[in-house]
T-cell receptor, first 111, second 114 residues
Framework: GQQLNQSPQSMFIQEGEDVSMNCTSS?????WLWYKQDPGEGPVLLIA?????ELTSNGRLTAQFGITRKDSFLNISASIPSDVGIYFC???????????FGGGTRLMVKP | DGGITQSPKYLFRKEGQNVTLSCEQN?????MYWYRQDPGQGLRLIYY???????QKGDIAEGYSVSREKKESFPLTVTSAQKNPTAFYLC?????????????FGPGTRLTVL
């Protein structure tokens, strides 16, 4: 199965900095999701996007559904130590289809 | 308190032995999924089931088997035929409408084969 290209693979930033990561695909998706996984735990859904061009926020997190439907972006503003973890993007073509996951971005925050 | 449970959290087995990982959900979800996670890679689908007594292979089903005798339970057996079984295994569940934001994950089982 296809995997999404997610970048960067890892980031090491200072507390308070903003973070950007993205996900690209060669195929169109009609739903984009962003998950966060804490070490040794299962992923937790952060934001779901359902419409091309959509921009959605959840606290300090903002995600965008690319206009071509082949990419998505996640921004975290004013990072804090508890933002540490692995962030995954996932795409779904239609309801009932399986999810396709990116390889993850590992975020490390220095206090 | 609704959710998905996986047990055990850590599992060690000798090479050549079959091992079964447990996944239970009390969310009344129809569909259940098993994913494998390796360092630096995304989640890869092993098997999924959308209804009791029926299941489908995912992208990496070789060396694994599942059963779905009850709606709330979807155990995964890692057989000796799986060439590289050491990994983090995640179970998830959702409604059969399959809306992406309704897929919930369990806490995972880390399997180490010695």
């Amino acid at each position: 199965g296809q995997q999404l290209n997610q970048s960067p693979q890892s980031m090491f930033i200072q507390e308070g900095e903003d973070v950007s990561m993205n996900c690209t695909s060669s195929s169109i998706f009609n739903t984009w999701l962003w998950y966060k996984q804490d070490p040794g735990e299962g992923p937790v859904l952060l934001i779901a996007l359902y419409k091309a061009g959509e921009l959605t926020s959840n606290g300090r997190l903002t995600a965008q559904f690319g206009i071509t439907r082949k990419d998505s972006f996640l921004n975290i503003s004013a990072s804090i130590p508890s933002d540490v973890g692995i962030y995954f993007c996932a795409g779904q073509y239609n309801a009932g289809n399986m999810l396709t996951f990116g390889g993850g971005t590992r975020l490390m925050v220095k206090p | 308190d609704g959710g998905i449970t996986q047990s055990p959290k850590y599992l060690f087995r000798k090479e050549g032995q079959n091992v079964t990982l447990s996944c239970e959900q009390n969310l009344n979800h129809d569909a259940m999924y098993w994913y494998r996670q390796d360092p630096g890679q995304g989640l890869r689908l092993i098997y999924y089931s959308q209804i009791v007594n029926d299941f489908q292979k995912g992208d990496i089903a070789e060396g694994y088997s599942v059963s779905r005798e009850k709606k709330e339970s979807f155990p995964l057996t890692v057989t000796s035929a799986q060439k590289n079984p050491t990994a983090f295994y995640l179970c998830a569940s959702s409604w059969t409408s399959g809306r992406a934001d309704e897929q919930f994950f369990g806490p995972g089982t880390r399997l180490t084969v010695l």
